[in-house]
Nanobody
């Protein structure tokens, strides 16, 4: 059974940095696209960054130049390095993985349970 487990959230002052990671465990053949999403209270979940297996990266405009997404294909882990954090970055951060579990299955998207990031002003 595939599971995504996030870690690294916490409380930080504005201007500070945090590193998030998300590991996919279980039967995994390959991960195609990893994504980081966030959801603030009363807001819809939004894409923060994503990275394809070919290392094509895409970022939400508000985090460009501050956040960096990276992946380790051998370990099935995705990272999000967040610099120069702002209070408006406060949200519950979720990782997602579009992956193929076995060679007899198609790919589907899995989600982590979320990790809280709080940025104080």
């Amino acid at each position: 059974q595939v599971q995504l487990v996030e870690s690294g959230g916490g409380l930080v002052q504005a201007g500070g940095s945090l590193d998030l990671s998300c590991a996919a465990t279980g039967s995994i053949l390959r991960v195609y696209t990893w994504g980081w999403y966030r959801q603030a209270p009363g807001q819809q979940r939004e894409l923060v960054a994503q990275i394809t297996r070919g290392l094509v990266r895409d970022y939400q405009d508000s985090v460009k130049g501050r956040f960096t997404i990276d992946r380790d294909n051998a370990m099935n882990i995705v990272y999000l390095r967040m610099n120069t954090l702002r209070p408006e970055d406060t949200a519950l951060y979720y990782c997602s993985a579009e992956l193929q579990a076995t060679d007899t299955e198609g790919y589907r998207t899995y989600w982590g349970q979320g990790t809280q990031v709080t940025v104080s002003s």
